[in-house]
């Protein structure tokens, strides 16, 4: 009798829909994408084809393994910068517990003076890591996390109702919820510092530390003093902290060494949105035995956001040309930030920074010449 109860309860069950959860990839959720978007219908049949074991493009689990960009993929970078930029800026000019010299001084005006339109002198890229690494130099891993933490609880200039932290793409939050719901493997590849990428995810992205991969300052134990890290014994007493040598500028091909090295599996699936990022979808889409694919998002909403809209069509004939699939932020998402985030269109940078409001650090500068 016992038996015969439990297969008419398992009947019913199977009856009602009850006896299996359907796959995410026969009923995705993309509340906050246009239904027609191109770029989005192109990963669901993507997704589809090789999640299933009857497909001849099926890939199995262990080797679906999707690498996003950040900033400007995963991010804003146009509020009114890069949220490192900001970050910097902060550290240099804002943080009563630092004291920059000379030479980050200099530094600051320059990415005041050409961040916010993009008019970086060459080499900028690199030597922006290379300050940053120097201007947190000497913090524990976790001091580090935590100035980041503190620092995106602020409100993001440019907007009402975001703060950095919240400063993340929700459409883009949905096609990695997405991913993983389908066995994928998800790693964040960027330039910025991979322990700043740590710091925003948290509660953010199902992405766990160990799949971000970034620009790598040096780390050395606390009182190393000048051993080298091959003859120096790591003890129980001992912490590490960050060092002002750059070791990795994570961006073009260091992206596929990066992923080479850290990963050890090619990507089927790559996701940027500058040509910082071509090098990696490059890497996913040829020499790959698996079907693969690359999506380049544009920033043209100048009305959610501080995009180029006026760019987009020659954006998107350059991206499809290399064989990338193209996101339109304007075209493609219901919503970027949330509907309760508002694009003021008064950026206060220059305003914040100007020579009068940083005077007493700029004397400092004055002072160095002087002294000189």
């Known amino acids: 009798m016992k038996r015969i109860v439990c297969a008419v309860l398992l009947i019913a069950m199977l009856l009602c829909g009850c006896g299996a959860r359907p796959k995410s990839s026969d009923q995705p959720s993309f509340s906050h994408w246009n239904s027609d978007a191109p770029a989005l219908n192109a990963l669901i049949e993507y997704v589809r084809a090789v999640t299933d074991k009857a497909s001849p493009d099926y890939i199995p689990p262990a080797d679906r393994i999707a690498t996003f960009d950040m900033d400007g993929t995963l991010i804003g970078e146009l509020f009114p910068t890069y949220l490192e930029d900001v970050m910097l800026m902060h550290r240099i000019f804002d943080d009563p517990t630092y004291t920059p010299d000379e030479d980050m001084l200099a530094f600051g005006l320059v990415i005041r003076d050409h961040a916010v339109d993009r008019t970086f002198p060459a080499g900028f890229e690199?030597?922006?890591?290379?300050?940053?690494?120097?201007a947190f130099a000497g913090m524990t891993l976790e001091e580090y996390d935590d100035y980041v933490t503190k620092f995106l609880a602020t409100p993001v200039d440019g907007f009402e109702g975001m703060t950095y932290?919240?400063?993340?793409?929700?459409?883009?939050?949905?096609?990695?919820?997405?991913?993983?719901?389908?066995?994928?493997?998800c790693y964040i590849v960027s330039g910025s510092d991979r322990f700043t990428i740590r710091a925003f995810i948290k509660g953010v992205f199902d992405i766990p530390s160990e799949n971000c991969i970034g620009s790598d300052a040096k780390l050395e134990a606390k009182d190393q003093g000048e051993a080298e890290d091959y003859d120096y014994q790591f003890t129980g007493k001992d912490t590490l902290i960050r060092t002002e040598q750059l070791l990795v500028k994570d961006v073009k091909t260091s992206k596929v060494q990066q992923i080479a090295r850290e990963i050890g599996k090619q990507p089927v699936l790559s996701f940027g949105n500058?040509?910082?990022?071509?090098?990696?979808?490059?890497?996913?889409?040829?020499?790959n035995r698996y079907k693969s694919a690359a999506f380049q998002l544009i920033a043209d909403d100048d009305v959610r956001d501080y995009g180029h809209p006026e760019k987009g069509p020659e954006l998107r004939r350059q991206w499809e040309d290399m064989g990338f699939h193209v996101i339109s932020m304007r075209d493609d998402w219901k919503t970027i930030y949330g509907e309760n985030v508002v694009r003021t269109g008064e950026i206060h940078w220059y305003e914040d920074y100007a020579d009068d409001k940083i005077s007493e650090k700029l004397s400092g500068m004055a002072d160095f010449a002087n002294a000189a």
């Open 126 to 134: 690199y030597e922006f890591s290379s300050h940053l690494a120097k």
């Open 274 to 287: 500058s040509s910082g990022d071509v090098s990696m979808h490059n890497y996913a889409l040829y020499h």
């Open 165 to 185: 932290a919240k400063g993340y793409y929700l459409p883009m939050a949905e096609v990695i919820a997405y991913l993983l719901q389908n066995d994928f493997k």
